[in-house]
């Protein structure tokens, strides 16, 4: 299952030094809803390897800010604090997949 990322504590995910995914989204957004359920397969897959998490973008208003998130869902991938990819709508497991192993690489 992914993290809940918020304002609040996605300085402490960063800090553990792993790579970050971070899909921001929201309860009323349908694409979002069918990004989910992938995001959580794939927090339990690369479990111990890379910090996955949503923030929810209606709750929290720094991070969105913080990283120019304008459409949701977004989902960015962060490696050493830079973000090094981002997807912008919804997209297939495989698709996504490819994208961590990639920050794993």
Known sequence: MAKVFTD???S???AEG???VLDFSAAWCGPCQKVGPIIDELATQF???VNIG???VDENDELPSQYGVRNIPTILFIKNGE???KQ???ATKDVLEAKVKALLG
């Open 12 to 14: 402490d995910v960063v």
């Open 47 to 49: 479990e111990g390897q």
């Open 54 to 56: 949503k923030c929810d």
């Open 83 to 85: 973000v090094v990819d």
């Open 88 to 90: 912008i709508g919804a």
């Open 8 to 10: 609040a504590n996605f």
């Open 18 to 20: 792993l790579p970050v």
